[in-house]
């Protein structure tokens, strides 16, 4: 079973970025393809960003596409999404999840998740 620890979340200005981080448990995590999805407050949860095992290949929803950045550093058993011009929009808690195989859109496709970390931006 893994475990991931969301963090670096918080409460920031339009325009403004922030830098989110998810901390995996094991030694698994290089097998595992990674992915971000937010919820915000009445609205389903939805695909923000995914990157496979390597790092080689990472993929956007368009509304984040140009402004946030997925990343992963398989030493530190580590994922990120750098997230800029950040808009009130973007309000939401994020999660990180793991993907074994499967469409790295779609939120069915993953195995584990984090308890989330929440995101509000102030216009």
């Known amino acids: 079973q893994v475990q991931l620890v969301e963090s670096g979340g918080g409460l920031v200005q339009a325009g403004g970025s922030l830098r989110l981080s998810c901390a995996a448990s094991?030694?698994?995590?290089?097998?595992?393809?990674m992915g971000w999805f937010r919820q915000a407050p009445g609205k389903e949860r939805e695909f923000v960003a995914a990157?496979?095992?390597?790092?080689?290949?990472?993929y956007y929803a368009d509304s984040v596409k140009g402004r946030f950045t997925i990343s992963r550093d398989n030493a530190k058993n580590t994922v990120y999404l750098q997230m800029n011009t950040l808009k009130p929009e973007d309000t939401a808690v994020y999660y990180c999840?793991?993907?074994?195989?499967?469409?790295?859109?779609?939120?069915?496709?993953?195995?584990?998740w984090g308890q989330g970390t929440q995101v509000t931006v102030s216009s």
């Open positions: 990157i496979t095992m390597s790092g080689g290949i990472t």
């Open positions: 094991g030694s698994t995590f290089r097998t595992y393809a």
């Open positions: 999840a793991t993907n074994q195989g499967g469409m790295l859109r779609h939120s069915g496709a993953y195995d584990y």
